[in-house]
Nanobody
Framework: QVQLVESGGGLVQTGASLTLSCAASGSIFMINANVMGWYRQVPGKQRELVAGISSSGRTNYADSVKGRFTVSRDNAKRTVYLQMTSLRPEDTGVYYC?????????WGQGTQVTVSS
């Protein structure tokens, strides 16, 4: 199994910055063969991709966060980060860490991000 533990959420004002972290552990975690990323979910809507990064460092972002969010990973620490800047109220939601590996998805417990206007 792969276990994911997120941290860094909170309540901030519009325009503020936050950094989320997600540490992975587990005997089958394959640092060189997975994609790590972040999804966001708000009540009544499906979970959506915010940003992802492959083992080789290739990244992809939702259009709504391009230029404001940066995803990165530290393979030595088995950790993925999401640096969020210029936060907007529409960024509010529960952010879930995700690892895609060998056709399986692993999820963290989620961390709440609330951006007040």
């Amino acid at each position: 199994q792969v276990q994911l533990v997120e941290s860094g959420g909170g309540l901030v004002q519009t325009g503020a910055s936050l950094t989320l972290s997600c540490a992975a552990s587990g005997s089958i975690f394959m640092i060189n063969a997975n994609v790590m990323g972040w999804y966001r979910q708000v009540p009544g809507k499906q979970r959506e991709l915010v940003a992802g990064i492959s083992s080789s460092g290739r990244t992809n972002y939702a259009d709504s966060v391009k230029g404001r969010f940066t995803v990165s990973r530290d393979n030595a620490k088995r950790t993925v980060y999401l640096q969020m800047t210029s936060l907007r109220p529409e960024d509010t939601g529960v952010y879930y860490c995700n690892v895609k590996q060998l056709n399986r998805d692993y999820w963290g417990q989620g961390t709440q991000v609330t951006v007040s206007s």
